[in-house]
């Protein structure tokens, strides 16, 4: 390998001209709620809300009618069903709305509007992406298959979210990436439970709407500021597969662990893990269980890689490490880059480390199959770095992958350039193998 020249000359690695970029245009609708004024300055019981309200209620009927005809006419096409979401608003709100006498429709309608606001879920960055193979295979290419990706997604006040594309890869590596649906929406709460380190939530979406418009927006107060780096693993268990990916859930002061669940992309469930190493990021699940338990890669000292088992799946503690900073590209620190993908010669690791003016670059690790804890090998030199073409975006010098997978002789990498889009590359198994030391 040439340790200092541009990665073009890196043989085994394929860049694709494939960018996805961030769309401020796609929205959502999330609930608005006014600033609360000093009590001072209002000595009475009613709040913004209340007087919000009462302005609506004085509206006589045709004024009232003619304003929310006003408010469909700029927003409808933008969102599916948007009357009933301005129900479905109003009645979010009753308990602030009790002091009011009953509204009709075209009052619960309009109230509903004035507490609810576009939200540009990827107007900043769309990036870290993971990727693994679709559930249904139909219509992939012959020797090809058909694949999902997740990205996350930053909007307004740098508040991370969950979207998803879809895509094929051809039997030679080629990459396509399905158009996005024309709209995006937010998935039901259909269970919500309280847990002695937060709260689990199930989330359904409309199986009838393309999954590119699905969006799972922060919901807890552990993530209000954000579900980031999602790190997703098709995980096989007697016969059952479920797709797992965890997660780092953002409060605006603290960060911590939690885990994605699903079987078919429409329902997910969302619940904290605990234990010590939960309390860090960067955690990625082994797609399998290595001697009848559960296994995962995490970096909870913030510096170097460590080997975990659970027997539960949501309990993480302790952990041996299995690798530090070695090499001057990554001084600073070295973390994996998801799930350990299974090869015959070992347990391949993409790792990001971090060197010099805080350089983030894409490098591997070979884990021995039967005991993960032994690094066959390991790359001495970075397999893709910031290319100068690259390097320039919301946080410079970064490239970063969440997951790959491996399709035939390649390991397919989606990764982020710079915290702002995405690409994807193409490596081939047995030259990284044989580059690594």
Not at 271 to 290: D, E, Q
Not at 306 to 328: N, R, V
Not at 369 to 392: G, H, I, M, T, Y
């Amino acid at each position: 390998m040439n340790r200092e020249g541009s990665l073009t000359k890196v043989e085994f690695l394929n860049r694709q001209a494939l960018f996805l970029r961030p769309d401020p245009a796609r929205v959502i609708v999330r609930p608005f709620k006014p600033a609360t004024e000093p009590r001072d300055l209002n000595p009475t019981d009613k709040t913004r809300a209340n007087h919000i309200v009462d302005r609506v209620l004085a509206l006589d009927l045709a004024a009232a009618t003619a304003l929310l005809a006003e408010v469909l006419e700029n927003f409808q096409g933008r969102h599916r069903n948007l009357l009933k979401l301005f129900e479905d608003r109003s009645d979010e709100m009753e308990d602030a709305f009790r002091t009011h006498s009953a509204f009709t429709l075209v009052q619960k309608q309009l109230v509903g509007a004035y507490f609810l606001h576009e939200y540009s879920f990827e107007a900043a960055a769309l990036f870290n992406p993971s990727i693994v193979f679709h559930p249904d295979q139909t219509g992939a290419p012959q020797d090809g298959i058909r694949f999902i990706l997740s990205l996350r997604a930053v909007g307004e006040g740098h508040v991370s979210s969950l979207t998803f594309r879809t895509g094929t890869i051809a039997a030679d590596g080629g990459v396509t990436v399905d158009p996005i649906g024309r709209l995006a929406t937010i998935p039901k709460v259909t269970g919500w439970s309280a847990v002695s380190e937060g709260e689990v939530v199930d989330l359904t979406f409309d199986a009838k709407e393309d999954i590119s418009e699905r969006v799972i927006f922060p919901i807890t107060s552990s993530q209000s500021n954000g579900i980031e780096d999602a790190r997703f693993v098709e995980f096989r268990d007697e016969g059952r597969t479920t797709y797992y990916a965890t997660y780092t859930a953002y409060s605006g002061f603290s960060i911590r662990s939690e885990l994605l669940e699903t079987t078919d992309f429409v329902s997910f469930r969302l619940s904290p893990l605990t234990g010590s190493a939960a309390r860090n990021k960067g955690m990625a699940l082994f797609p399998r269980k290595i001697g009848g338990r559960y296994a995962m890669i995490a970096r909870q000292d913030n510096e170097n890689l460590y080997l975990i088992y659970s027997d539960d799946l949501q309990c993480w503690d302790g952990g041996i490490t299995i690798a530090k900073p070695e090499f001057a590209w990554e001084f600073v620190q070295i973390g994996n880059c998801g799930s350990p993908i299974e090869l015959d010669e070992g347990w391949l690791l993409l790792t990001h480390g971090v060197g010099p003016v805080r350089k983030y670059s894409i490098g591997a690790i070979l884990l021995d199959k039967a005991d993960p804890s032994r690094v066959l090998a390991r790359s001495r030199e970075p397999l893709v770095r910031p290319d100068p073409s690259e390097r320039e975006g919301y946080v410079p010098n970064v490239v970063y992958t969440c997951g790959a997978i491996r399709h035939n002789d390649l390991i397919v990498m989606p990764y982020a350039v710079s915290d702002t889009f995405s690409n994807f590359a193409t490596i081939k198994i047995a030259a990284l193998l044989a580059a690594m030391i």
